[in-house]
């Protein structure tokens, strides 16, 4: 009965007129007991949460990005077409269409709630319809396109909306924050959900999520000279909401002292089956705050979906292996210990651990679901034979430098891992905090970094120095570029950082740099990549991959030539199809 309704209200929710099934003739004209009309459904507080679990399927997942292609980066080796600055002007946009298709299902349970008799039994679901309105307006059109037309409510065909002028930013991310405000309200805070409602949004994530708009929007403004007053406003507001959460105590970092300091590598591939050494399951993640919830089986999610995984061997960037510190908390080019490109693994040692919890270092074995999976979890000669082969840096890139941090490492179907996909987690929150209080003060104090930053920082490397202003005065370290490395180096796979580059106003100076991958001349790479034959390589000899070097002898895999963003990048264009059908709309600047 539950799917029938679902899928009945769907065709509601988008607009349609619901057919009624024919019956046999009899004196009285019955609604077959299998459907749904609009009529006879919204009567139970019931029904309009059965309406609010569709919503769930508009966050970010494994399977659903964001249309503006927030994966593309400078951190990862294929940047695509939005990142490298080559995207054009399309006729038709599924980003746009689902953002007002999912709009429109926000406020028709937004209107239906109007008419609801017992407006207390069902405030919840009004908040969470609240949420993902601003959720879509935000992740979807306001960071892809700017100010969008605003649809408030459930409109007909010929509503003014339909050819409305586009909104300014300013009132779009008012209409976003006012609506996040209105959630936090009536949200149950995470404490007081049920153990069969887990998941669903809290008043927290709430919160979370509007520190995340307000810290965006406020460094938007603030690097490109806008009013000091309104985002000082809005950095005060991340600040307020982060702070919220934090001291909430609803939340934990995933750390069990089991794991030591690859604590961060299982958080990603946590499921309930057995799926680390420690046999530790989601039970005991208190990280995230909001998250699409995997489960293996049938692959079903407890909010529905499906899941796919990044394999080992993915490319990095030389740029994310740089962002990496050394262990005594100072970048590459100021570190105090040994650093050197010589061997394949030397750049790799006495580094923040997460560098070997995320990326792959060369001749060392990993597991990966499918094929190569963990025998007994104790690394004995019976679990090591049955690894993947000491990974070859060129076998599924062109970088050298390979990611793992999504690769399952128990026996299981690739697309059937049941781990969780992060929406919102505590460390984003504590960065997120970090970075407010320094933008908004122009300083941090070391007791706000203890308390947010270093706490993330630390979780894994707990001998590491703590970030600190002695340390950064005393090694000529800037703040804000320590504060962005953590949050770089912390967030890598989470598909942050093209947003970030946006909103701190230099994507368009990071982005045009060329792509590079490992230093290779007079390098380990150089000598054991040497066979240019045709046959058989000699004994511990490889083949020379297709490779490009720049003047340094450093692999480029993508040169600066083809780097093409400018400022016209810093948003997308509307699509055509909509231009046509709203004579009022006006062009993003430079794609007119």
Not at 1 to 16: H, R
Not at 107 to 131: D, G, R, T
Not at 180 to 185: H, K, P, R, S, T
Not at 494 to 518: Q, S, T
């Amino acid at each position: 009965m539950k799917k029938q309704l679902l899928k009945y209200l769907n065709i509601i929710m988008a607009g349609a007129v619901l057919a009624t099934i024919p019956s046999c003739k009899k004196a009285l004209d019955l609604t077959p007991q299998d459907a749904v009309t609009d009529a006879t459904f919204w009567k139970q507080a019931t029904e309009f949460k059965l309406a609010a679990n569709g919503f769930y399927n508009y966050l970010r997942s494994f399977s659903n990005g964001n249309g503006d292609g927030h994966g593309g980066s400078d951190l990862g080796a294929d940047r695509g077409a939005l990142a490298r600055g080559t995207n054009t002007v399309v006729a038709n946009d599924n980003n746009y269409n689902d953002a007002y298709k999912w709009i429109r299902n926000c406020n028709y349970l937004l209107a239906k709630a109007k008419e609801y008799s017992k407006p207390e039994e069902i405030k919840q679901y009004v908040a969470e319809a609240k949420f993902f309105r601003a959720y879509i307006y935000f992740d979807k059109l306001l960071t892809s396109y700017g100010g969008v037309i605003l649809v408030k409510d459930l409109i007909g065909l010929d509503a003014p909306e339909t050819t409305a002028a586009r909104s300014s930013r300013e009132e779009t991310i008012d209409f976003i924050i006012q609506d996040l405000e209105a959630a936090i309200a009536d949200l149950p805070s995470e404490g007081a959900i049920g153990a069969g409602d887990k998941g669903r949004v809290s008043k927290e994530a709430a919160q979370a999520f509007l520190g995340r708009v307000a810290l965006y929007e406020g460094t938007w403004q603030k690097f490109r000279n806008g009013n000091a007053t309104r985002y000082n406003a809005l950095l005060d507001k991340a600040i307020t909401n982060s702070k919220a959460v934090i001291e909430s105590n609803q939340f934990a970092l995933f750390k069990p002292a089991v794991l030591g300091d690859s604590a961060l590598k299982y958080l990603f591939i946590l499921e309930n089956q057995k799926s680390n050494p420690a046999n530790i399951t989601k039970a005991a993640n208190k990280e995230y705050i909001l998250a699409v919830r995997y489960e293996s089986n049938n692959l079903l999610k407890t909010i529905p979906g499906q899941i796919s995984f990044g394999a080992i061997g993915a490319d990095m960037s030389r740029k994310m292996a740089d962002l990496y510190l050394c262990n005594d908390g100072l970048p590459i080019n100021k570190t105090k210990t040994a650093f050197s490109r010589a061997t394949l693994t030397s750049e790799y040692q006495n580094r923040d651990n997460r560098m070997r919890y995320y990326m792959c270092i060369p001749g060392y074995p990993y597991w990966q679901n499918a094929t190569n999976w963990h025998i007994n979890w104790d690394w004995s000669p019976v679990d090591l034979a049955n690894a993947r082969p000491p990974h070859d840096e060129w076998s599924n890139g062109t970088t050298g430098y390979g990611n793992q941090q999504w690769a399952a490492e128990r026996q299981v179907p690739n697309s059937q891992e049941g781990y969780d996909f992060p929406v919102i987690r505590l460390a984003e929150v504590f960065l997120n905090y970090a970075e407010a209080v320094y933008e908004r003060n122009g300083s941090i104090s070391d007791a706000d970094l203890d308390k947010s930053l270093n706490l993330v920082r630390n979780r894994i490397n707990a001998a590491m120095p703590k970030l600190s202003n002695d340390l950064v005065t005393v090694n000529g370290l800037d703040m804000r570029e320590e504060i962005r490395r953590e949050r770089a180096v912390e967030l890598q796979g989470e598909g942050f950082r093209m947003d970030d580059l946006k909103r701190w106003y230099i994507a368009h100076i990071e982005l045009n740099k060329p792509m590079l991958g490992v230093h290779w001349t007079g390098t380990e790479y150089e000598t054991i990549y040497s066979y240019t034959g045709t046959g058989t390589p000699p004994a511990g000899i490889k083949k020379r991959p297709g490779i490009t070097l720049d003047a340094n002898g450093d692999v480029v895999t993508d040169p600066a030539s083809e780097r093409k963003f400018t400022e016209k990048n810093y948003l997308i264009p509307i699509p055509t199809n909509q231009m046509q059908l709203n004579p009022n709309l006006v062009q993003n600047p430079g794609w007119q």
